[in-house]
């Protein structure tokens, strides 16, 4: 059953279109990432969905009710912003019964409401503090009480762990992680982090100019990234691309030549059955590459010279230059390079990504 | 530790006595001594007794210290027929005051949040317009404001002249309070809306106990203007309920008889002081109310 259900949902000021005929449909228990450069329309798309920002077409269904009309709080949503937004006046405790008492739950199920998830967050010993005297890390945690409280089956969360630390980030990553594993919610979650894109989604929707230009697994969008942009914009460092030219040959091998290289791309799982041919581009990712001793023969190989070493600890980044263009790669942490080194490094064209030169569509 | 020498820590200190420091502080002296000379020589004259003002030294202390000026300022000295002295007026001022700032301070505090958190179509040319009758002189407006107050009724009476300062202190109250809570950040009313909390819920809730040192510098604001106000209250009331400021003119400015200087003094005094001790009670809470809202982004 679909939890969330966005048909054509459409949003104008004026004559700016900031979200064009979206189509969305999140399952139950599904943890969905937004992703996108700032000003992609994902937290406009998050704020819409809340309720918050009146759309100017199309449909929003929550738990299989038509909510494109309705108030934010009888949506069925609780929400976790970047900034905690917790009410500075109000103790821990006021801060997460705030909204069970403007809902005139009972006095002793708020109580209840209370214990349970101040229990699920660690925050027992904090509920008579006020926001002020509590880390950024608490603050979050409880900004994300706020919402549990409300004991809602759909969850957006917009850029939640942007303002906190990288150590604490990751951490708070983990236990979002597992929160949702215990509470098997719906969850829909605005970040420009890959990183926590990757890690925490079921599904990505990766947007831009308020398009969702793929919505798939973080598997799928980081091998088969449906077009150029995805491509570029997932993974760091980004894909190395190619220009050229797709050209069958007479004994049905095809073959991607650029000027000054020959790729053979006879086993690239077309995206298209029809034989293709003419400009496009080919990307390879920095991950794909292998040196040294261990290339496979069907591999495209050649020598190269190291031209920057960037040392990461658990892996190493090498520029170089590949008939005359930038080229980076990763290699092994434990690998001793330097700059100036010769390489023999190889790559298999067949699993790279191939995109039209035109519409930059995926082949 | 005891055999350490002391080491001189930190920077040589320097002499105060530079060029610098006489000169500034020299100057701070002057224009303090500039400003307070006039408040003394009002509070040491209206401690003396006639005879001794005429002998002319007006920056000499009392020789001797009376404080019939100050009874009688207070509560027999004549304005036309009434000789109650100031404390009539003092009251009808008590009766102007409260409900204007009140009322003023309520309204405005409502439309800047509105303003800001509940934006409506035109809200913006709404608030420019509002913006733009704080730049009007007020004059052109007496005798337009005189048939407004005769037509409704409210000509000579006190809640004609309370209305009256609700409307002026209007439009820079809500550029106050709308500036202030502009830097209150969206997502606090978002997550507020999220939670349930409606127009009324919200500015209850969230917006007012957050906005208090605003409150403090609008209640300071209104109550020294419309507490020195003469104008509107002479214009907009009548002999019975005149402001203290209109009376204390009607005892200075009475040509019959003797100048009393001492009464006039007293008087004086007495009038400015409402706001004076405002100033000295709030002056701590109206110095961070504006920081905060200038600063706060």
């Known amino acids: 059953m679909s939890s969330v259900l966005i048909k054509d949902l459409t949003l104008k000021y004026d004559h700016l279109t900031i979200l064009d005929k979206l189509n969305m449909d999140i399952q139950e228990g599904e943890f969905l990432v937004l992703l996108g450069a700032s000003g992609c329309g994902k937290s406009t798309l998050l704020n819409c969905i809340a309720g918050l920002l009146d759309i100017s077409a199309g449909e929003i269904h929550i738990n299989g009710k038509n909510v494109t009309w309705a108030e934010p709080s009888e949506r069925g949503i609780g929400m976790v912003f970047q900034s905690y937004a917790l009410y500075p006046q109000m103790t821990v405790e006021g801060n997460l019964t705030f909204g069970l008492k403007n809902a005139k739950v009972p006095k002793p199920e708020i109580a209840k409401r209370i214990a349970k998830v101040a229990e699920i967050l660690q925050i027992e010993s904090l509920l008579k503090r006020k926001p002020a005297a509590l880390s950024g890390g608490q603050r979050q945690r409880v900004a994300i009480g706020r919402a549990l409280v409300r004991e809602v089956k759909v969850f957006l969360f917009d850029e939640p762990l942007s303002n906190l630390d990288a150590k604490l980030r990751a951490d708070l990553r983990i236990e979002l992680k597992l929160l949702h594993k215990r509470l098997k919610s719906t969850i829909i979650y605005v970040t420009h982090d890959q990183v926590e894109a990757m890690t925490l989604a079921d599904r990505i929707a990766v947007m831009k100019n308020g398009v969702v230009q793929q919505l798939d697994t973080p598997n799928g969008i980081f091998h088969r990234p449906i077009n150029r942009f995805v491509a570029d914009f997932i993974g760091s460092p980004s894909m190395n691309f190619f220009e050229g030219e797709l050209v069958t040959l007479e004994t049905g091998q095809i073959e991607f030549k650029t000027a000054e290289l020959v790729f053979n791309v006879s086993d690239y799982e077309f995206t298209n059955a029809t034989p293709v041919s003419g400009k496009a581009s080919l990307g390879i990712r920095p991950e794909a590459v292998s040196t040294g001793a261990n290339i496979p023969d069907n591999f495209f190989s050649c020598d190269i010279t190291v031209e920057l070493v960037e040392p990461m600890g658990s892996d190493t980044l090498v520029w170089t230059k590949l008939a005359g263009q930038n080229f980076r790669f990763r290699m092994d942490g434990k690998a001793t390079v330097a700059n100036g080194d010769k390489l023999r490094i190889g790559f298999n064209p067949s699993s790279s990504s191939m995109f039209d030169a035109e519409n930059e569509d995926r082949l | ?297």
């Open chain 2, 1 to 297: 530790m005891a055999n350490n020498p002391i080491i001189p820590n930190g920077p040589k200190p320097k002499s105060i006595f530079t060029t610098r420091n006489i000169l500034l502080y020299g100057t701070l002296l002057i224009v303090a001594i500039y400003y307070i000379l006039p408040l003394y020589v009002m509070i040491v004259t209206s401690l003396k007794g006639m005879p001794e003002i005429r002998l002319g030294n007006i920056f000499a202390p009392p020789l001797e210290v009376t404080f019939e000026p100050w009874v009688k300022a207070w509560s027999t000295a004549c304005t036309g027929l009434n000789c109650d002295g100031l404390s009539r007026g003092f009251w009808n001022s008590v009766q102007i005051l409260i409900p204007s700032v009140f009322l003023s301070i309520v309204i405005a505090s409502v439309n800047g949040y509105a303003l800001v958190n509940w934006k409506f179509k035109g809200s913006e040319i709404f608030f420019a317009v509002l913006l733009f009758g704080a730049f009007i002189p007020y004059q052109v407006m007496i005798y337009p404001i005189v048939i407004l107050l005769r037509e409704m009724g409210l000509m000579g009476s006190l809640w004609g002249l309370v209305l009256v300062h609700t409307v002026f202190g209007m439009p820079i109250l809500t550029l106050l309070f709308r500036n202030y809570f502009s830097s209150v950040p969206e997502e606090l009313f978002k997550a507020a809306r999220i939670d349930g909390a409606g127009f009324w819920g919200i500015y209850f809730h969230i917006m007012l106990p957050m906005a208090i040192p605003i409150f403090v510098v609008a209640m300071i604001l209104q109550v020294t203007g419309i507490w020195n106000d003469f104008l509107f209250g002479v214009i907009y009331t009548k002999p019975d309920i005149y402001p203290m400021t209109v009376q204390l003119n009607n005892i200075v400015n009475s040509v019959q008889g003797v100048k009393e200087y001492n009464v006039n003094m007293a008087a004086t005094l007495l009038t400015g002081l409402v706001p004076l001790i405002l100033y000295f009670v709030s002056g701590k809470l109206f110095v961070r109310g504006i920081a905060a809202g200038a600063v706060k982004g």
